[in-house]
């Protein structure tokens, strides 16, 4: 399978623990994209890189969560200290060079953390 | 500011039945794109279409059609003759590259087709 792979697909931890979730983007893509999506509601834009290089981030993007995509392939997104908030779908995507700004995304299933 | 507004929170029809789905956006912006993506139970959103603001033609692929009007800053997706296969929660989204390269999706409209 040559789609948008996350892992873990599920994730259930305490308030006050930390979490990481991986990105495994489609290869030849060079963009990559973090979205949070809550229930009822549409993705949410996180924060986004053009190979290594962390180009926007949202304000969403509070100082609990980093973003790193280190060799401009694999991605990982960690929480710090979750709340009972960060409870959310987190989605990743990725896109062709030249396709990122147009919106041609390919999106994985996404990691669902519950913060008990 | 940047905003797309589904208004129908959640439709139901029979199968193959005509339904259509709104989208209303607002942008400052006079360059944007505008996008369909589908979310099946799997969770995996879709790309169906993108529609560049310069290009209001309407645009038809199979049972799906797309009716884009600057006017009323609309852009609403139309599916002929419904399948259950095409429940889902359907989302409108916005791009502004002049801006962000980032989407901005409304809320979701989920549609169930029925037997």
């Known amino acids: 399978d040559t789609g948008v792979s996350q892992d873990p697909r599920h994730k259930i931890t305490k308030r006050g623990q930390n979490v990481t979730f991986r990105c495994d983007p489609i290869?030849?893509?060079?963009?990559l994209y973090w979205y949070r999506q809550t229930l009822g509601q549409g993705p949410e834009f996180l924060t986004y890189?053009?190979?290594?290089?962390?180009?926007?981030k949202s304000r969403l993007l509070s100082d609990r969560f980093s973003a790193e995509r280190p060799k401009g392939s694999f991605s990982t997104l960690e929480i710090q200290r979750t709340e009972q908030g960060d409870s959310a779908m987190y989605l990743c995507?990725?896109?062709?060079?030249?396709?990122?700004?147009?919106?041609?995304?390919?999106f994985g299933e996404g990691s669902r953390l519950t913060v008990l | 500011a940047q905003k797309v507004t589904q208004a129908q929170t959640e439709i139901s029809v029979v199968e193959k039945e005509d339904v259509t789905l709104d989208c209303v956006y607002e942008?400052?912006?006079?360059?944007?794109?505008l996008f369909w993506y589908k979310q099946p139970p799997s969770g995996e959103l879709v790309f169906l279409i993108r529609?560049?603001?310069?290009?209001?033609q309407n645009e038809i692929s199979g049972r799906y059609s797309w009716n884009f009007q600057k006017s009323t800053s609309s852009f609403n997706f139309t599916i002929t003759a419904s399948q259950v296969v095409d429940s889902a929660v359907y989302f409108c989204?916005?791009?502004?590259?002049?801006?962000?390269?980032?989407?901005?999706f409304g809320t979701g409209t989920r549609l169930q087709v029925f037997p």
């Open positions: 995507a990725s896109s062709l060079p030249g396709t990122g700004v147009t919106g041609e995304l390919f």
């Open positions: 290869s030849e893509h060079n963009r």
């Open positions: 890189f053009q190979n290594e290089a962390q180009l926007e």
């Open positions: 942008t400052r912006d006079t360059t944007y794109y």
């Open positions: 529609r560049n603001s310069f290009d209001e």
């Open positions: 989204a916005l791009s502004e590259p002049n801006y962000t390269d980032k989407l901005i």
